[in-house]
Nanobody, 115 residues
Framework: QVQLVESGGGLVQPGGSLRLSCAAS????????MSWYRQAPGKERELVAA????????KYADSVKGRFTISRDNAKNTVYLQMSSLKPEDTAVYYC????????WGQGTQVTVSS
């Protein structure tokens, strides 16, 4: 069965960095686009970044462009989200998603940006 397991979240000060990882299993990872979403309290879940199977033509939300980088390692079945210059408004639960006709979600990892 499809499994997506996020890790790397935590508490970080404004201006700091974190790297999220999403380990995938149960499907042919290199064949699917992957995305990171986030959901802050009281807000709708929103797309943060997306990456195609080959790793080219990445896409970002305007709010994170220039600060976040999505990448993938098809040999390790893992997608990453490098987050830099973090702001309090980046505080949210971050979710990994397998895109496609049927989408699958991970359980999420909390990121809190606070001094």
């Amino acid at each position: 069965q499809v499994q997506l397991v996020e890790s790397g979240g935590g508490l970080v000060q404004p201006g700091g960095s974190l790297r999220l990882s999403c380990a995938a299993s149960g499907f042919t990872f290199r064949s699917y686009a992957m995305s990171w979403y986030r959901q802050a309290p009281g807000k709708e879940r929103e797309l943060v970044a997306a990456i195609p199977p080959t790793g080219t033509s990445t896409k970002y939300a305007d709010s994170v462009k220039g600060r976040f980088t999505i990448s993938r390692d098809n040999a390790k079945n893992t997608v990453y989200l490098q987050m830099s210059s973090l702001k309090p408004e980046d505080t949210a639960v971050y979710y990994c998603r397998r895109d496609g006709h049927v989408a699958y979600w991970g359980q999420g990892t909390q990121v809190t940006v606070s001094s």
